[in-house]
């Protein structure tokens, strides 16, 4: 990396935790973190279809996982160093006992981790990896101008590990006890309970569908649920449910007799309301009551729809900016088809497809209450083309809407939220079995959350490569003829093994997909949190999804 360059970074990387006191000796370090270095941004190749290369940027971003390496002489303490020690210059041993202390005190937490999960894959989540890197950044380390110098450093890439490799629920303790606090810690915090969501949805499904037959009022249950007075259900069942409720969720009416649950974002205003910017706290309030439709029905009224709108927009456009400022952006095209097109079971047209006459003065009404506003200007061009098409919603103006939205307010490209790693519970049932039997049968699901068989052999092929297991990921690739580049496994092995698909992982927070030739094609668009893309193409092969590989040139 270039050293101006590095330097750069490493300046830019003093923001995060100036305002932690030194209450106590985690407040202390933590207080220290801001000066620490992000890692760099390195390329990296990687074997997608279509695609011969792209920028592996690792997003160890967190507020602790992004900041390491450069440490101030001073300890923050109330009481100063002991100047004896502190003029002893730093040694090989002294710089191999604090590596062996913090490498040691990662795995305990890391394997701690694990067992709290019931996983053996917890390195692969990214804020696992944000802890991952600082521990390497430090190992890299070979001198120190002081043994303060050291002792601090040690002690900030400790606290990463504190904060990263651990349940939510210690995490947010921590930060509970923090006289300050800053949004970027609070946003990911939020991160990996949502990271964490799929693992749990995994085991609330199972448990769930068992206990489903003996609910007779999902609303009162869903009640229950969250006050902790839920009496029925196994031992399992219960504990799942504390355990949940713990780390942070709280359970909702999915309808159709379903409960899921969501962060609870109740709990985190309700906590540190004293202590988060304004458009953070209106972020989490949105956050909260984002849910406007269940079973593509309107939950709230037009009125209200008008009203987030308006609100949406606001915050988009005074704080552009915001970390989160795409999820924002998300919500934001989601309410505006659903307030242009209305949804399945909240119909805005007749039986002939005209739009009701209450919609249209509705959509003028608006216009003209809010006329100073991007989202009227909207409305306005939308109404327009519904006066050329005779007030028919027709599919293609339906499909229309998209283009009406300015970039400020969208994000593009979009698509369905994901993790690629670690795998779930049952996905790893599923990957062992396959590397048993060689039977495509296995993949035939279904699989827990939004995940379809053509993900799920995906991130099996991924998680297979990552671990290694190149037997299984050949096995995966496509051998069907038309459109197979197919390598031997030696030169296969060869070059899949320098494909980085955790760094992959670590950045995509969403994918699209895209079916073609009657489902025989797919190609997943996998979306990086900056908007960059990275494409693989599966073909059906006796039924089944396939990789296909494509080989390095």
């Known amino acids: ?64 996982g992004a900041q390491l390496l450069k440490q101030p002489d001073n300890t923050g303490s109330e009481h100063p160093p002991d100047e004896q020690i502190n003029q ?36 692969q989540y990214q804020f696992v990896q944000e802890a991952k890197s600082a521990v390497a950044a430090f190992e890299e380390r070979k001198s120190y101008k002081s043994q303060t110098e050291l002792k601090n450093y040690r002690n900030n890439v400790k606290t990463i590990i504190e904060y990263r490799v651990s349940m939510p629920y210690t995490e947010f303790t921590m930060l509970k006890n923090q006289s300050n606090i800053s949004d970027e810690q609070i946003l990911h915090y939020i991160e990996k309970l949502e990271l964490l969501k799929e693992r749990y949805t995994d085991r609330w499904e199972m448990h769930f569908k068992e206990q489903s037959v003996d609910i007779s009022n999902v609303k009162d249950y869903v009640q229950h649920l969250n006050s902790g007075s839920v009496k029925n259900g196994t031992e399992e069942y219960s504990n799942l449910v504390d355990e949940m409720k713990g780390n942070g969720y709280i359970f909702v009416d999915d309808g159709e007799g379903m409960i899921s649950f969501t962060v609870d974002y109740d709990r985190i205003s309700e906590t540190f309301s004293k ?24 939950v709230i009224s037009r009125e209200e729809l008008e009203t987030r709108l308006i609100q949406l927009e606001s915050i988009i456009i005074k704080y552009p900016n915001f970390s989160n400022i795409n999820e924002l952006k998300i919500l934001f095209q989601d309410l505006m088809k659903t307030y242009l097109t209305g949804t399945e079971n909240s119909q805005i047209t007749t039986n002939q497809t005209r739009v009701k006459e209450e919609i249209i003065t509705g959509f003028e009404q608006f216009i003209s209450e809010n006329n100073n506003t991007t989202s009227s200007q909207i409305v306005d061009a939308f109404l327009s083309k519904l006066k050329g ?67 799920v052999v995906a991130r099996i092929y991924m998680y297979a ?30 070059e899949i093994s320098s494909t980085d698909f955790q760094t992959l992982s670590n950045e995509v927070t969403m994918v699209e997909f ?40």
């Open 465 to 494: 490569v990552v671990t290694g297991d190149y037997d299984v990921a050949y096995d995966l690739i496509y051998k069907g003829g038309k459109g197979a580049d197919i390598p031997d496994k030696s030169q296969f092995i060869s």
């Open 1 to 64: 990396m270039d050293e101006k360059l590095f330097e750069e970074r490493m300046r830019n990387l003093k923001q995060s935790y100036e305002q932690v006191p030194s209450v106590s000796s985690v407040d202390k370090i933590v207080n220290k973190v801001k000066t620490s270095e992000k890692p760099f941004k390195k390329r990296m190749r990687l074997q997608l279809p279509y695609v011969a290369s792209f920028i592996g940027v690792l997003l160890i971003g967190g507020i602790l």
């Open 275 to 298: 202590k988060l910017s304004e458009e953070l706290k209106l972020f989490l309030d949105i956050q909260k009551n984002k849910r406007f439709k269940v079973d593509a029905e309107l």
């Open 514 to 553: 895209q079916y073609q030739e009657n489902g025989e094609i797919i190609k997943h668009i996998y979306i990086k949190g900056d908007g960059e893309t990275v494409s693989l193409e599966l073909r059906l092969e006796n039924g089944y999804p396939k990789i296909v590989y494509k080989s390095t040139p």
């Open 88 to 123: 002893q210059p730093v040694t090989t041993s002294d710089i191999e006992a604090a590596t062996n202390e913090i490498r040691g005190y990662y795995e305990r937490k890391v394997d701690e981790l694990n067992d709290s999960l019931q996983s053996k894959d917890v390195e």
């Open 389 to 455: 098409s005779n007030f028919q919603l027709t599919k293609e103006l339906e499909n229309q809407v998209e283009s009406l939205i300015p970039s400020k307010l969208k994000m593009i490209p979009n698509g369905l939220s994901i993790n690629l790693l670690p795998l779930t519970n049952q996905m790893l049932e599923t990957y062992e079995e396959y590397k048993r039997a060689n039977n495509e049968n296995v993949f035939d699901g279904p699989f827990a959350g939004t995940n379809t068989i053509d993900l």
